[in-house]
Nanobody, 120 residues
């Protein structure tokens, strides 16, 4: 199984940007579609974005499409989430995971996540 460590979160004003990183260990990373998920206080964890193992196909939740960009560097075993035009409703803990069926998390265990807080 792949071990995942998220980083890059922080406090930012509305309209600002952040870039999240997810470092993965394990030889199978480059063959896995990967995704980002988030969980806001009192809400269920939700899908944000996913990327095919080749990096050529991406999927986005409607709420972030046009503002967020997912990418990956298989040589570095890392997947990124560039977040622009951030809104207070983007405040959440962000997690990465492998995905299946394009938007579903594959692994049952999660990393510690990285906190993103957007102030109005």
């Amino acid at each position: 199984q792949v071990q995942l460590v998220e980083s890059g979160g922080g406090l930012v004003q509305a309209g600002g940007s952040l870039r999240l990183s997810c470092a993965a260990s394990g030889r199978t990373f480059s063959s896995l579609p990967m995704g980002w998920f988030r969980q806001a206080p009192g809400k269920v964890r939700e899908f944000v974005a996913a990327i095919h193992w080749t990096g050529g196909v991406t999927y986005y939740a409607a709420s972030v499409k046009g503002r967020f960009t997912i990418s990956r560097d298989n040589a570095k075993n890392t997947v990124y989430l560039q977040m622009n035009s951030l809104k207070p409703e983007d405040t959440a803990v962000y997690y990465c995971n492998a995905v299946e069926n394009n938007i579903m998390p594959k692994f049952g265990s999660w990393g510690q996540g990285t906190q993103v807080t957007v102030s109005s």
